[in-house]
Structures are given as structure tokens and as C-alpha cells.
């Protein structure tokens, strides 16, 4: 079993810029596909972006270009680098981690069996 803690959330303005860190620990592989996903109040669960084990990546339409996925595989961290925040971004971000389908590059959060708590995110205009 594999144990996903979110920091790093917190209050910005717009235009402003935040980092999301998510510790792994316990039964940890690295041979894994992980992601970030983000639900505000009455909306749906979405997928803000993938990386699978081939390291690969991929980014819903609406934060291609100011955010970006990587992880420390030394530190069993993956980080989100969130750039020129709207409001729209606003939420609680999740994330996620998936030990089967680790080549599946899909913002779809089917397969992914751990994950963290969330951190909440708010972006003012």
C-alpha cells in the first residue's frame, strides 16, 4: 500500500504562481504512472496532468503551457508547477498513483488506486 500527501497549496492572485509537492511512502515502485487532479465544489474530478514510466506527460487544454508534472525519484516526490494562475484553477488538487497501467498516458482517473488527501488551491481576480 502506498501512502500520497499533498503540499504546497495555498491563496494567490491571479497571475501569481504556486508549487505542489506529494510525498510518497510505504510500498513505493518506481515503475509507476502518476498524476494531479483537481475538483472544485459541484463540478466533476478532472485530470490536470499525467506522467506515466516511461516518463512521459500530458496536460488538460486549459493549463497546457503553465503547468508542469515532474518528479525526484530520490526524494519519492511528484510536484506540480503551476504558472500564471486564473481563477479557473481554483480547487482541491489530488494526487494520484497507478502501479498497474503505469504506460497508460490518459487523464481519465480510472486505474489509479492511491491517493492523497488533496491540498486546496484559491485564485483570486
Known amino acids: 500500500q502506498v501512502q500520497l500527501v499533498e503540499s504546497g497549496g495555498g491563496s494567490v492572485q491571479a497571475g501569481g504562481s504556486l508549487r505542489l509537492s506529494c510525498a510518497a511512502s510505504?510500498?513505493?515502485?518506481?515503475?509507476?504512472?502518476m498524476a494531479w487532479f483537481r475538483q472544485a465544489p459541484g463540478k466533476e474530478r478532472e485530470g490536470v496532468a499525467v506522467?506515466?514510466?516511461?516518463?512521459?506527460?500530458k496536460y488538460a487544454d486549459s493549463v497546457r503551457g503553465r503547468f508542469t508534472i515532474s518528479k525526484d525519484a530520490a526524494k519519492k516526490t511528484l510536484y506540480l508547477q503551476m504558472n500564471r494562475l486564473q481563477p479557473e484553477d481554483t480547487g482541491m488538487y489530488y494526487c494520484?498513483?497507478?502501479?498497474?497501467?503505469?504506460?497508460?498516458?490518459?487523464?481519465?482517473?480510472?486505474?489509479?488506486?492511491?491517493w492523497g488527501q488533496g491540498t486546496q488551491v484559491t485564485v483570486s481576480s
Open positions: 494520484a498513483a497507478d502501479s498497474s497501467s503505469v504506460y497508460w498516458l490518459d487523464l481519465s482517473p480510472a486505474g489509479f488506486g492511491d
Open positions: 506522467r506515466d514510466a516511461y516518463t512521459r506527460t
Open positions: 510505504g510500498s513505493t515502485t518506481s515503475n509507476v504512472r
